[in-house]
């Protein structure tokens, strides 16, 4: 593909060459700087034919993608904000130690009772939105699918070192019925509460 450039640039080099220096260091559009100066001369060319002066671009989102389309022409590396954003969004940092350590505490605390988002945060000393996500880092699994395993783990011990019944079970790891304690264990486990134990007993 060839740049058809009209007799109008004559008159027009001090600008483009301006401008060429410009695009020289025009990190704010994430462009990435070229020894190849014969490159930048031709792309500062074509963005002034095309009525562009780069001094002037703001961060719209259409005019990065018009300095995309043109880079791409000139095999010219760009990259955006929105880029490294995403980038940077993919791998959230692991919920300290520290915190971590008090989190769990709390949970093996009040297992019986009701445990919110909001009460583990508040442990944790982070807002709602940072400790879920730095707490699925950390550990592979979400808060409410942390509680929902640690109930159950405490219910396995209960249902293998005592002769409670069921609903009781239930309600001291914390769930509200039996029905959802029995749903929840079949899911984790595997099977139901009562075949669980009655195959840990034989």
Do not use: C
Not at 46 to 57: I, R, S
Request: no cysteine.
């Amino acid at each position: 593909m060839s740049l058809q450039l009209t007799s109008d640039f004559q008159d027009s080099a001090v600008q483009y060459q301006r401008i060429g220096t410009s695009i020289g260091g025009m990190s704010r559009f994430g462009y990435h700087e070229s020894a190849e100066s014969p490159i930048l001369d031709r792309l500062a060319k074509a963005l002034v034919e095309a009525g562009v002066n780069p001094d002037k671009l703001d961060r719209r989102a259409e005019n990065e993608k018009r300095l995309a389309i043109v880079a791409r022409l000139f095999e010219l590396p760009v990259s955006t904000d929105t880029d490294h954003d995403q980038t940077s969004r993919k791998a959230p940092s692991a919920l300290p130690k520290w915190r971590l350590k008090r989190v769990v505490e709390y949970v093996d605390a009040n297992i019986s009772e009701q445990i919110t988002l909001a009460a583990l945060a508040s442990t944790a000393g982070m807002s709602r939105m940072y400790f879920a996500s730095q707490f699925k880092a950390a550990t592979g699994m979400r808060p409410h699918d942390y509680v929902l395993n640690k109930r159950i783990e405490r219910a396995q011990t209960l249902l293998l070192t005592t002769s409670e019944p069921l609903v009781e079970i239930a309600l001291s790891v914390g769930f509200q019925t039996q029905a959802h304690f029995t749903t929840i264990f079949k899911k984790i486990v595997g099977n139901t509460p009562l075949r669980w134990r009655r195959g840990q007993q034989s």
